[in-house]
Every structure is written in structure tokens, then in C-alpha cells.
């Protein structure tokens, strides 16, 4: 079983920033892709960010280029998001979630594992 921990979450000004971890447990990370999602009040999740297994690319929803970057540490078995020039509707619960593969799928139908979540807030 993995299991996928999500934290760094919180509260921010718009402008601010702030950096997601997602740590795995077991050996299992390193040959899969890791995505990152969100949800925000009353939408569907969407795709936020994917990376493949070994890091060497990476996918942004339109929303977030330019602004946030995935990465990985294998070592760690930990993938990060750092989140830079946040906006309101940045506003949601992140989760992460690992790939079926080493590619790095941006539909959630792509992932088998998921986090429990952790709430990002952003006020004007």
C-alpha cells in the first residue's frame, strides 16, 4: 500500500507564496509520474502540475505556468510545489497523487493513489 502525505498548506496574501510537500511511503515513488491537483468551493478537481518519474519533464495547467514548479527528490521519495504570485483562486485543497506510470498523465484518471489534501487559502 502507499500512502501519500500532503503538507505546507496555509493561509497567504496574494502576492505570497508558499512551497507543497507530498511524502511517500515505501519504496514505490521513484518509477512513477506525481501529479499535483486542486479543488477549490464548488468545483471539480483539476489538474494543477505532473511530473515524470525521473523529473525530466514537466506539465502546468495553463492557469499556473509561470507561476508554480513541480519537482521531485527520489531520495526522498518527496515531490514538492513550490507556489509563487498566489491569487484568490488559487484557493483550494491540494492533493497530490501518484501515476499509474512514469509518464506523467494531466487527467486524474491517470493517478491511483492520492493525499488526503491540505487547504490553501489565499485572501485579497
Known amino acids: 500500500q502507499v500512502q501519500l502525505v500532503e503538507s505546507g498548506g496555509g493561509l497567504v496574501q496574494a502576492g505570497g507564496s508558499l512551497r507543497l510537500s507530498c511524502a511517500a511511503s515505501?519504496?514505490?515513488?521513484?518509477?512513477?509520474?506525481m501529479g499535483w491537483f486542486r479543488q477549490g468551493p464548488g468545483k471539480e478537481r483539476e489538474f494543477v502540475a505532473s511530473?515524470?518519474?525521473?523529473?525530466?519533464?514537466?506539465y502546468y495547467a495553463d492557469s499556473v505556468k509561470g507561476r508554480f514548479t513541480i519537482s521531485r527528490d527520489n531520495v526522498k521519495n518527496t515531490a514538492y510545489l513550490q507556489m509563487n504570485d498566489l491569487a484568490p483562486e488559487d484557493t483550494a485543497i491540494y492533493y497530490c497523487?501518484?501515476?499509474?506510470?512514469?509518464?506523467?498523465?494531466?487527467?486524474?484518471?491517470?493517478?491511483?493513489?492520492w493525499g488526503q489534501g491540505t487547504q490553501v487559502t489565499v485572501s485579497s
Open positions: 497523487a501518484r501515476g499509474q506510470y512514469g509518464t506523467a498523465p494531466i487527467d486524474t484518471r491517470g493517478y491511483d493513489y
Open positions: 515505501g519504496r514505490t515513488f521513484s518509477p512513477y509520474a
Open positions: 511530473i515524470r518519474w525521473n523529473g525530466g519533464n514537466t
